[in-house]
């Protein structure tokens, strides 16, 4: 089975924005109730991909992940949220379900890296749910640490704890 990256085009939102609730759905369904996790429905979340792209492909990457010619994942990343350009934010990396474990995560995650490092990055940033034990053992495997700093979002109309984690960029 032969595993691919690449950048994403236009035609790839619409499924990365299924593949997105699917993963969501998978990943948080332990911790969040069944009703936070019904909407946005897939095809909504690819319809919020479609114009999250048209308005921040200048500066931000999405790649996608496939084995065998099948969409298994993708990563996205972008400037740091609070402005700092020595820092990039990893703003997400989401598995078709099936995915889990078999190292696309932690392969998006590398290719992220690299590209931030291209970048100009010496840091990176992203922020992950409290409550997501899976997300974050899997980040802190990677070199991610808590930073300290905290937030609250929303899926749905229930409260998501967020906590951000940051890890150095050492250029090679």
């Not at 991909?49 to 298994?72: F, P, S």
């Not at 932690?106 to 922020?127: I, K």
């Not at 640490?145 to 984690?165: V, W």
Request: glycine share 10%; hydrophobic share 35%.
């Amino acid at each position: 089975m032969t595993v691919t990256l690449r950048p994403a085009t236009a035609d790839d939102l619409m499924a990365v924005g299924r593949l997105h609730q699917r993963s969501r759905v998978a990943a948080y369904s332990s911790f969040l109730p069944p009703e936070a996790l019904a909407n946005p429905t897939p095809e909504a979340m690819g319809e919020y991909w479609v114009q999250r792209w048209t308005w921040e492909r200048a500066d931000h990457r999405m790649t996608v992940a496939e084995r065998d010619g099948t969409l298994a994942g993708f990563s996205y990343l972008g400037p740091d949220d609070e402005g700092d350009p020595a820092t990039g934010l990893l703003n997400a990396i989401h598995l078709a379900p099936a995915e889990r474990g078999r190292g696309i995560g932690r392969a998006l995650m590398v290719d992220a890296l690299d590209a931030m490092r291209a970048r100009g990055c010496h840091r990176a940033v992203l922020w992950v749910l409290r409550d997501n034990g899976h997300a974050r053992r899997f980040y802190e495997r990677g070199g991610w640490h808590p930073t300290g700093q905290k937030r609250d979002d929303t899926i749905g109309t229930t409260r998501t704890p967020q906590l951000r984690y940051t890890r150095p960029l050492p250029h090679l």
